[in-house]
């Protein structure tokens, strides 16, 4: 979470670190929890944290955009299994939705936003961590026109280009 901007003069004083939070769910509900202990604070004024496959290996890094100091990248190292879908990079592809489902009954799902932050754009690849998780059972895409596909057993650690819909820009005169 980016917490500033430069405005007014006590900002120069006053700043508030970027900080980093992981979601649980407590009670049925999705609850966020400070964690500075993953060690991706930010003492700079930052614009934006954004998430994007830096190396390309398929997992999601973190790069802090900073008004006030060096961009900052931190690449994920972790051994978890993941899947990325990557949405054609379209005006037409905002408010896809994509849902993974395991073999352990799980779903999760991912959209494609028009913006994570101050003049920062989201990347069209969804990543999903999957921890443990050996298969995903099916991959569900909606598109913003009503369209659905469906990719059955996608393989993990890998990443899938959608390709451009025929129809997808058909609501669009």
């Known amino acids: 979470m980016a917490q500033n901007y430069i405005k007014w003069p006590v900002h120069q004083y006053l700043k508030l670190c970027g900080r980093t939070a992981l979601q649980s769910t407590e009670h049925g509900k999705p609850v966020f929890h ?21 190396d390309g290996d398929g997992k999601q890094d973190l790069l802090w955009l900073n008004i006030n100091g060096p961009a900052r990248a931190f690449l994920n190292r972790t051994r978890a299994n993941y899947l990325t879908i990557t949405v054609p990079d379209r005006v037409t592809a905002i408010g896809t939705r ?4 395991t073999d352990k009954g799980e779903s ?34 909606h ?12 393989p993990i650690n890998t990443k899938i280009r959608l390709q451009p819909r025929p129809r997808m820009d058909a609501s669009i005169q």
Do not use: K, W
């Open 34 to 54: 400070h964690t500075p202990l993953l060690g991706l604070e930010n003492p700079y004024f930052g614009q934006a944290p954004v998430i994007v496959d830096l």
């Open 98 to 101: 994509v849902t993974l489902e």
């Open 143 to 154: 598109y913003p026109n009503g369209q659905t596909e469906v990719i059955a057993a996608p």
């Open 108 to 141: 999760d799902t991912r959209a494609v936003i028009g913006t994570v932050g101050m003049l920062t754009d989201q990347t069209p690849e969804l990543s999903f961590g999957l921890g443990d998780r050996q298969q995903v059972v099916r991959a569900v895409i």
